[in-house]
C-alpha cells in the first residue's frame, strides 16, 4: 500500500535500541561477575518499583545506589554499581547523530527516552566527547527524559505532555519506538507509528533526509 508520507512534520524517535543500542543482560552478567547470584530478585515487584521510581525521576541517584544494593545484598561503591548498571550502554553510532542533522531541514526532530540520571550523565559525556554536542537539545528540537517529566511511556500522558507544550499534531507525527507498549499508547494517540524490530537499524528508513517511500507499510499503522 502507497503512504503519503506528506503530512508528517515531526518525528519522535525512542533513544535505547533506536538511537544507542542496549543490552540489558550486561548487567545481569557484570552482578554475577560480582558474586550475585538470586536473578529471581531482579523480577520482584519491589525491585521493578525501585527501578520505575527511579526512571521517574521520584528518586534520586544516590537514593537509587542504596535502596539497589540494599535490596540485592550487595555492598557496591559507586564508582563500582555505575560500571555495572552504565554496562548496558553502547557508544551512539555516529551515523545515527548524522541522520538526525540530516532529518531537521524537512523535520522537527525529537527525542523520548525512559532513561535516568545515571545514564543520562553517560550518554551526555558521549554525546559531547565524540560529537561536541553540550546536550541533546543541541542534536534534536527538543529532548525528553522520563527522570525529567516524572512520566514514563506507555503512559499516554507522555504524549499528551509534548503535544500540548510544543503544538504538535498527533496525526502529523511519526513516533519510533522498540518496544510494543510504547507502539501501542503512541496508536491510540492518533500517532503514525513505526515499531523498530529487534536487529533493524534506524537509518534504514530514511533516504537523503527524507522517509523512505519503500518501507514496508504493514509495520506502520494509523489510529483508526
Known amino acids: 500500500m502507497k503512504k503519503n508520507f506528506s503530512t508528517i512534520k515531526n518525528i519522535i524517535f525512542d533513544f535505547g535500541g533506536v538511537i544507542i543500542d542496549i543490552d540489558p543482560n550486561a548487567v545481569v552478567n557484570n552482578l554475577k561477575d560480582n558474586g550475585f547470584t538470586d ?3 531482579l523480577k520482584e515487584p519491589e525491585f521493578v518499583n525501585i527501578l520505575n521510581q ?3 525521576g521520584i528518586i534520586r541517584a544516590e537514593t537509587f545506589r542504596k ?3 540494599s535490596f540485592l545484598n550487595m555492598p557496591l561503591n559507586k564508582n563500582k554499581f555505575d560500571d555495572i548498571w552504565n554496562s548496558m550502554l553502547y557508544d551512539i553510532p555516529e551515523r545515527r547523530i548524522n541522520l538526525i542533522k540530516n532529518l531537521k ?3 522537527h526532530v525529537y527525542l523520548m527516552s525512559n532513561s535516568n540520571e545515571i ?3 553517560m550518554f551526555v559525556r558521549d554525546l559531547q566527547l565524540r560529537f ?3 546536550e541533546f537539545d543541541n542534536l534534536f528540537d527538543k529532548s525528553f527524559f522520563s527522570f525529567d517529566l516524572h512520566l514514563m ?3 499516554p500522558d507522555v504524549f499528551t505532555y509534548i503535544f500540548d507544550h510544543y503544538d504538535l499534531k498527533p496525526e502529523e507525527t511519526l513516533f519510533i519506538d522498540d518496544t510494543p507498549e510504547n507502539i501501542l499508547s503512541a496508536q491510540k494517540m492518533g500517532m503514525l507509528t513505526y515499531h523498530l524490530l529487534r536487529g533493524s537499524r534506524v537509518v534504514n528508513l530514511f533516504e537523503n533526509g527524507l522517509l523512505r517511500e519503500d518501507l514496508d507499510f504493514d509495520i506502520i499503522h494509523e489510529q483508526k
Open 39 to 41: 536473578f529471581q530478585r
Open 54 to 56: 527511579f526512571e521517574k
Open 67 to 69: 535502596k539497589v544494593c
Open 105 to 107: 531541514p524537512n523535520y
Open 119 to 121: 545514564h543520562y550523565d
Open 132 to 134: 561536541g554536542y553540550r
Open 153 to 155: 511511556k506507555p503512559d
